[in-house]
Each structure stands twice: as C-alpha cells, then as structure tokens.
C-alpha cells in the first residue's frame, strides 16, 4: 500500500443526539456525517456502535454508514489504513469493514439508504 500524506485539518461536523425512527425500515441503518481524515471521530463512532451491539439485540445487525464530502478514492485508502487491523475488503470500490459494518459511499448514494442519523442534513435528506 503506498504511503498516505497526512490530510490537512477539517474541523468535523458536530453530530446531533441519535434520533430514532419508528418505522421498521429504519431500524437496520446509523448514518453518520463526519470528515472521515478526522481519525478521533472515527473512533468515537466504532465505540459508540460497539456501545449499541452490547446493550440491544436489536441492534445486532445494525450497519454504521460513514459519509464523507472527500474524494471517494483517498477515503477508502485512508479507512484502509486506519483500519488495518479489522476484517476487511473492498468490493466495486466501497469499502467494507466487516465488524463494525461500515460502508463510504458518496453524498448521492445515501439516497438509496434508511435509518439512523446523527446528522440533521441527512436525516433530512432520508426523509423526503
């Protein structure tokens, strides 16, 4: 894997309190909106989610969707290297982490998902 050049500082999106949706197609998916190069955040959300597996059964599926503003490419490589030590892969170009279930996908592609948000743009843009 070719060395990563340290990403210049980008203050993260402050998440709002998760917000539950009622309806039982929302209840598989957490999305979440942060700048993926922010390596604090990213733990913040691995622990949070860890949080969720153990306290509810329900959430034993859960899937955590990172969304990011930063070229798809460079954010697959540096989730790559973050996580190098969880059971990975990529597939077509999405990286996948298989524990947590962690999926980058574009601003255009969270259209085709439902669920929890932690941001109130997505969960807006969920909602229409």
Do not use: W
């Not at 969880?86 to 524990?99: H, S």
Request: proline share 4%; charged share 20%.
């Amino acid at each position: 894997m070719k060395n990563i050049q340290k990403p210049k500082f980008r203050p993260s999106v402050e998440p709002l309190k998760l917000q539950t949706v009622s309806a039982n197609r929302f209840q598989q998916t957490m999305f979440i909106y942060y700048d993926l190069f922010n390596v604090t955040e990213l733990h913040k959300i691995i622990t949070f989610y860890e949080s969720l597996k153990t306290q509810k059964e329900q959430f034993q599926k859960l899937q955590v969707v990172l969304i990011n503003n930063q070229n798809e490419a460079t954010s697959s490589e540096i989730a790559h290297e973050y996580f190098r030590n969880y059971p990975c892969y990529f597939d077509n170009g999405i990286f996948n982490i298989k524990f947590p279930y962690c999926y980058i996908f574009n601003n255009k592609e969270i259209l085709l998902y439902e669920g929890y948000c932690l941001d109130k743009r997505i969960f807006n843009l969920v909602l229409e």
